[in-house]
């Protein structure tokens, strides 16, 4: 076996990639992957946490999750910085995740280390916006303490209820930085048709990349358009006042091969998810933050706070032909907690008047599989008296459907990026208060998850430390589950796989 890496949806016979992984990692960054999160357990075992640690660890686990880095030299030097950072005489600790041979306990150390990849990319993004917790880096280093050397499944269990309370503490933070940053989301038409002159496809979840993009593009006779999960930026007041901010093509990234070759124009990847890259774009695809691929122009982090520089890509851009187009439509967006918030009272009275009569969050991620499809299904079965709620590139799967509206409120409710899934949390808890029930449970309300990476696993820990029950996951439930582990959140939190769409549809109308 030359790896061994079961963090996705996607993994290898929904049991683990041994030879390489399904996304295109080689074996030798796997494994330097894992070294790097042996390197963190070390370094959480011998040093308190403190701003710059924790910010350090933070990005490290981020560069780990799925689709954000394919560069083992990226990996390798944040290997030796953690090697420094733990000084001489290292605790003991086998690499990798067979290295631990009890099943129960591998899946719930590996259910919390994802928990904290996911924890750890939404605490980067409100990192780069300035905002830090001391508590989410404290929880980071026992979280990952605890990983490395627990053996005790009910301890790891507590963990993981923990780690679960932190995501929604680092959801929150990130909803903070980025409303204060860039103000409410409001309600957005966005073009998916293009212009005529040349444009940058911007993609990923950093938005501070793409405010420092827009402003060094302003007046460069260029467009900049969006991609998969950086659509929702369109909604920000912000980004609203740029012009140039034309409009989002393509949608979720595992289409990007067809869409990147027709944009024409350099693209910027400031995050997961980037796939393997194709010669159609290879010499005009960079990438920046926490993602990279080998052989791909990296865009240099901001030095003392000085904006990061964009001018090679803007100059690159001049050169090229304008996007081809693949559709002309709009997508409505902005619907984070906010604006819908200012919408309760007409909500409210359209679930009492029986105009509404259940609400389905199928937030989450998109992904290759046919199986997906799935979700297209049940959005398109859910009878028109439903509205969806979503947040995360899974909206993909259904938000170019014409599925209608209620009494002017659209029937798909998009909140957002994957970490505002946070927003879809707080209106279903503001919802609850005011039609004064005692338990969120009793809303008329489902979910219906999709996961693909970490950032998922996060939210979805976030929800069952809020409270929520009986959420369906798909397509596949995670591999790194055991039926021992996967029986403990069946029971004591009702999480289930999902069956077809109309079984699906038909349970969740009967409150099941
Ligand atoms: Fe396989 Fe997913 Fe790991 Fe990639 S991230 S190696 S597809 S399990
Ligand atoms: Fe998508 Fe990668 Fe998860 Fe942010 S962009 S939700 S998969």
Redesign the pocket.
């Known amino acids: 076996m030359g790896m061994f890496?079961?963090?996705?949806q996607?993994?290898?016979k929904n049991t683990g990639?041994t030879l390489m992984?399904?996304?295109g990692?080689k074996a030798e960054t796997?494994n330097r992957m894992d070294e790097l999160i042996r390197e963190l357990k070390r370094l959480a075992l011998t040093r308190k946490p403190d701003r710059e640690l924790g910010l350090f660890t933070a990005q490290s686990l981020f560069l780990t999750i799925?689709n954000a880095n394919f560069d083992s030299e990226r990996i390798r030097k944040q290997i030796d910085r953690a090697k420094e950072l733990v000084g001489p005489n290292p605790p003991e600790i086998p690499v990798g995740v067979l290295a631990c041979e009890n099943e129960d306990v591998r899946s719930l150390r590996e259910l919390l280390t994802y928990g904290l990849k996911g924890i750890a990319a939404y605490t980067d993004h409100a990192a780069m916006l300035g905002k830090e917790n001391d508590e989410i880096y404290a929880f980071l280093f026992k979280g990952l303490a605890g990983a490395a050397k627990e053996t005790d499944p009910d301890t790891l269990t507590t963990l993981v209820l923990e780690c679960g309370e932190i995501a929604v503490k680092a959801m929150e933070l990130l909803d903070r930085a980025n409303t204060e940053t860039y103000g409410h989301p409001q309600m957005t038409k966005v073009r998916t048709g293009v212009g005529k002159r040349p444009g940058i496809l911007i993609s990923g979840h950093d938005l501070r990349d793409l405010q420092e993009l827009l402003e060094q593009s302003a007046d460069a006779g260029i467009d900049i358009y969006t991609h998969s999960e950086m659509l929702p930026a369109h909604s920000y007041p912000a980004f609203r006042k740029y012009p140039h901010l034309y409009g989002n093509y393509g949608g979720a990234w595992h289409r990007q091969n067809q869409e990147f070759a027709s944009f024409r124009g350099p693209i910027l990847m400031t995050t997961n998810c980037i796939t393997p890259v194709q010669e159609s774009y290879r010499d005009r695809i960079f990438t920046t933050g926490m993602a990279g691929y080998p052989g791909v122009p990296h865009i240099p982090d901001r030095v003392n706070g000085k904006p990061k520089d964009f001018s090679a890509i803007i100059e690159l851009a001049r050169r090229c032909p304008p996007p081809e187009p693949l559709e002309d439509g709009e997508l409505i967006g902005g619907f984070a907690r906010n604006q819908v918030l200012s919408l309760a009272d007409a909500i409210v009275k359209a679930v009492k008047s029986g105009a509404i009569r259940r609400f389905v969050v199928m937030a989450g991620c998109d992904g290759r599989q046919k199986s997906r499809e799935y979700f297209t299904e049940v959005a398109q079965t859910l009878p028109p008296d439903t509205v969806i709620l979503t947040a995360g590139c899974a909206k993909y799967r259904y938000n170019k459907l014409a599925l209608g509206e209620i009494g002017g409120i659209p029937r798909v409710l998009d909140a957002g990026q994957c970490n505002d899934s946070y927003s879809l949390a707080v209106i279903a808890l503001k919802l609850k208060e005011a039609f004064g029930l005692k338990d969120v449970n009793e809303l008329p309300l489902s979910f219906d998850i999709a996961w693909y990476e970490q950032k998922a696993v996060a939210v979805l820990l976030a929800l069952l430390a809020l409270g929520f029950k009986g959420i369906r996951l798909g397509p596949t439930l995670p591999a790194f589950l055991s039926p021992g582990v996967a029986k403990v959140l069946t029971e004591k939190f009702g999480i289930r796989g999902i069956a077809d769409a109309p079984t699906d549809v038909d349970a969740m109308m009967n409150g099941n």
């Open positions: 890496c079961f963090q996705c996607e993994t290898a990639c992984g399904v996304c990692k796997a799925t």
